[in-house]
């Protein structure tokens, strides 16, 4: 693997020198990018449980994580590329050379006084690329705001050969082809639609939610009763004026009063993605109710196999309307609730512009 790297980078640089996992080990080392790893990782590891304090040989303390090994965060890497980036040709020849240290007039011992230091305890360390404590910060920091990416196991692509006619003849190309989606399915869109919910009366009981109950009369009376509260739903609708203990009556007899629970009629934002008309396919989620319907008579028509209703729809459509040959493959259907739009339509005065109503 090593041999063929340097062959790769052969092609594009000079001079590649390759170097050892010692060599990177022991400048990552020298450096205090050792621990680095850890700290990255030991808040998560910690609130799992995972972590220890040691005490080290000189009566030092030191906060550890259980088994921690260096590969349990793919980061490494880029940590490692870190070290090779500022590894020069007289580090590999210092440590490869060890044995000629002792030789004063030599090169080894000249790469010694120029490149490394001995530190408080006198043992001898390669000068790091800039302060230490600098060299440390900006490595941790460009490290935590690395993203891991996981190579897919399919393939994206595959090289075709694309053929086209020409005037004497045919045109041959290799092209990459892109095979299956190439990103995750995203919000389609949004629109305004009406939504009846029931209600429970009760301290969410404000002026706008009134204003979204079905009933007139329950609606009148509610606000009627709001306001004698000064717009207070809690001391409107709750404890002593609660409707079991302090009923609403909608008519002068006291015969009818407004029940627990009524149904409100109000716009809400539904967000859509398209989707192809496959076996599991969820009718219901379907936005359109004339599409819907459609849906569901082709699944009564094949005694609701969906993979028989909607497999093969090239050579058997499904038709919205057959004549004017308008069939169905792709459908909106309902997605997550919680989207959050990354631009939206303003009109020119700056506001902002739905969907139209399906």
Not at 50 to 77: F, P, Y
Not at 100 to 116: H, P, V, W
Not at 146 to 175: D, E, H, P, Y
Not at 241 to 266: F, M, R, W
């Amino acid at each position: 693997m090593q041999k063929k790297a340097k062959s790769i980078l052969e092609e594009l640089v000079k001079n590649v020198i390759s170097t050892s996992g010692s060599v990177t080990d022991r400048l990552r080392q020298d450096w205090q990018l050792i621990d680095v790893m850890q700290e990255l990782n030991w808040e998560k590891y910690n609130k799992l449980g995972l972590t220890e304090v040691i005490e080290n040989r000189d009566g030092h303390k030191i906060n550890r994580i259980k088994d921690w090994t260096k590969r349990n965060d793919h980061r490494h890497h880029a940590m490692d590329a870190l070290t090779i980036a500022f590894t020069k040709r007289s580090h590999i020849q210092y440590l490869n050379n060890l044995n000629a240290r002792s030789d004063k007039a030599g090169s080894i011992y000249g790469i010694e006084i120029k490149e490394l230091y001995r530190d408080e305890k006198g043992k001898l360390k390669f000068k790091p690329p800039i302060p230490l404590d600098d060299f440390r910060t900006e490595a941790k920091k460009h490290l935590e705001n690395t993203l891991i990416s996981i190579k897919a196991k399919n393939k994206v692509t595959t090289i075709n050969i694309n053929t086209s006619k020409k005037k004497n003849g045919t045109n041959k190309k290799k092209q990459l082809t892109p095979r299956g989606q190439l990103h995750l399915e995203t919000i389609y869109g949004s629109i305004q639609q009406y939504v009846t919910k029931e209600e429970k009366i009760g301290t969410n009981f404000n002026e706008e939610l009134i204003s979204k109950v079905a009933n007139k009369k329950y609606r009148e009376a509610l606000m009627k009763r709001l306001i004698e509260f000064d717009n207070d739903s809690k001391k409107a609708f709750t404890g002593k004026n609660s409707l079991e203990k302090n009923p609403i009556y909608i008519d002068a007899l006291q015969t009818y009063k407004i029940p627990a629970k009524v149904k409100t009629v109000g716009l809400e934002t539904i967000y859509t993605i398209r989707k192809d008309i496959t076996p599991d396919l969820k009718i219901e989620k379907v936005v359109d109710p004339k599409v819907r319907e459609v849906l569901n008579t082709r699944l009564i028509e094949y005694k609701s196999d969906p993979k028989k209703a909607f497999s093969n729809l090239d050579d058997n459509p499904i038709w919205l309307n057959k004549e004017k040959g308008i069939s169905i493959k792709r459908v909106a259907i309902t997605g997550i609730n919680n989207a959050q739009a990354l631009h939206s339509k303003k009109d020119k005065e700056g506001n902002l512009i739905l969907d139209e109503e399906w």
